[in-house]
């Protein structure tokens, strides 16, 4: 049983390690202001998470029915160190998606100052031919 769920938690590890490198991407298109390739990897990695969120409830139903006296020390090295990676890569995770927001923020300012003057020099041209044609 407990061999059965640490090949779940190997799984486990690596799906999440494929939603981190996904995570790196997107940041990396949203800097390079790729917005279709944002959304093409927000996508993937949404499926991933989805994935890696049905193996991580695998593994804590397993978990709740085990025997204590069944498990190792070995064992519960491996489940804490699990946890470990678990929690660094969610914060891994969580600080790209950070500066995948901050590209995007910059992006929407840039975009928008670029409307408003866009939309300033049309009016600059309207009342400028107004006044011409009186």
């Not at 990396?28 to 499926?47: D, G, S």
């Amino acid at each position: 049983m407990t061999t059965t769920i640490f090949e779940t938690i190997q799984q486990h590890l690596s799906m999440l390690d494929l939603a981190v490198s996904s995570s790196e991407q997107i940041k990396n298109f949203a800097k390079n202001e790729n917005l279709e390739a944002v959304i093409n990897e927000t996508e993937n990695r949404e499926r991933i998470v989805n994935i890696v969120g049905q193996i991580q409830r695998n593994i804590e139903d397993q978990i709740n029915i085990l025997n204590p006296e069944e498990i190792a020390a070995d064992g519960i090295t491996i489940l804490k160190s699990w946890f470990n990676d678990l929690n660094i890569l969610t914060e891994k995770m969580l600080s790209l998606d950070k500066e995948t927001v901050e590209y995007l923020s910059q992006q929407k300012q840039g975009a928008a100052k670029e409307i408003s003057l866009i939309f300033k020099n049309k009016e600059i041209i309207k009342s400028y031919n107004h006044e011409g044609s009186k």
